[in-house]
């Protein structure tokens, strides 16, 4: 019976060891990867704002990695779009 103590304690502890051996790696390989992953998000530099490539009519966001534009159009007085002299004076 001893002999049958002895093994299974011994196969109980080569057990841990295993696991413990697999966590240190697996942490050791989430460590490498979120600095690799961060060390690429900080070297994706964009020289020139993407706004200032499109021109003053598109408007710009950025998100991490991501950006978003959009068009915009500047908007003129209901006056001037109905063709009424915008100088004008209204009597009151």
């Given at each position: 019976?001893?002999d049958?103590r002895q093994?299974r304690?011994?196969f ?9 051996q ?13 600095v690799?992953g ?5 070297a994706?530099a964009?020289?020139?704002p ?8 598109w408007?710009c966001?950025?998100?991490v ?5 959009t ?5 003129q007085?209901?006056?001037q779009?109905?063709g009424?002299?915008v ?6």
């Open positions: 019976m001893a049958r093994i304690k011994t109980v502890q080569a057990f841990v060891q295993a696991f413990v697999a966590f240190v790696l697996l942490a050791a390989f989430v460590a490498v990867a979120v690799a961060a060390a690429s998000f900080s994706v964009v020289d020139e993407a706004a200032a490539i499109l021109g003053v009519e408007q966001s950025n998100m990695l991501f950006t978003s534009c068009r915009v159009r500047h908007l007085p209901a006056a779009r109905m009424r002299d100088h004008r004076v209204r009597p009151v």
